[in-house]
């Protein structure tokens, strides 16, 4: 090691290493009469005893759920963890409503998938939040992840189709309207059931937006509901 000889039946070595890793140390007497244990070489044994030196904050952040919105108020929570040398101790996962100062820890995952228990937990329809993770080593270094911000909406929008009593010519032209206090219109589809039929997609692209036009083209005469 570089460092001097010490004398006696005890004593400490005070031992900086050069970088992170996993050190192995092992202690070599000589009695006065000039006799001294093995000293060891090569690149294998583990010595007397070792220690992880470990100066490096592991890494981490949220796999799920990504954002914008969650449709459950104990959506799926995930993350990744690494930590090259000590490994990782534990995940914990932590949420609050957007942009206060306060976090709320929902569970510890010790085992690599780390996945959250929401368990009490949960979100509040039409709230927004913050998530992260704080991850822990085996020496005790922390790293807090990026903040992952995500909308709870777990109610289904409303829409509502109007199309004309009678039609001489195709396409019907079939008016839409949609709404969503929460998280805004995706996409509107049109379903079309034929007196006697049933319900079908009626294979018009998706629209998008607050309200609309789908020109239908039926296949016969006869009465449709939109």
């Given at each position: 090691s570089g460092l001097p000889a010490q004398s006696g039946e005890n004593g400490t070595f005070n031992y900086t290493p050069p970088a992170d890793g996993t050190y192995y140390f092992q202690t070599v007497a000589t009695d006065n009469a000039g006799n001294q244990e093995t000293?060891?070489?090569?690149d294998t044994g583990t010595g007397d005893d070792s220690t992880i030196y470990d100066t490096t904050d592991p890494t981490g952040s949220v796999t799920a759920p990504t954002g914008p919105y969650v449709d459950e108020t104990q959506p799926l929570f995930?993350?990744?963890?690494?930590?090259?040398?000590?490994?990782?101790?534990?995940?914990?996962?932590?949420?609050?409503?957007?942009?206060?100062?306060?976090?709320?820890?929902?569970?510890?995952?010790?085992?690599?998938?780390?996945?959250?228990?929401?368990?009490?937990?949960?979100?509040?329809?039409?709230q927004t939040y913050d998530l992260r993770v704080i991850v822990t080593d085996n020496v005790g270094n922390v790293y807090t992840s990026d903040v992952v911000t995500v909308t709870c909406d777990t109610i289904a929008p409303e829409s509502s189709a109007s199309s004309p009593d009678y039609d001489t010519e195709d396409p019907i032209a079939v008016d839409?309207?949609?709404?969503?206090?929460t998280s805004d219109i995706d996409e509107v589809l049109l379903y079309v059931r034929a007196e006697g039929?049933?319900?079908?997609?009626?294979?018009?692209?998706?629209?998008?937006?607050?309200?609309?036009?789908f020109n239908y083209t039926p296949p016969a005469d006869g009465t449709y509901y939109f």
């Open positions: 000293v060891p070489s090569g995930t993350a990744d963890a690494d930590d090259a040398t000590s490994g990782v101790a534990s995940v914990l996962f932590q949420y609050r409503v957007s942009g206060t100062g306060v976090y709320t820890d929902v569970s510890t995952d010790t085992t690599s998938p780390y996945e959250a228990v929401w368990g009490s937990e949960s979100l509040a329809d039409g839409w309207t949609a709404s969503d206090s039929g049933s319900w079908a997609n009626s294979g018009l692209p998706a629209q998008s937006g607050e309200n609309g036009t």
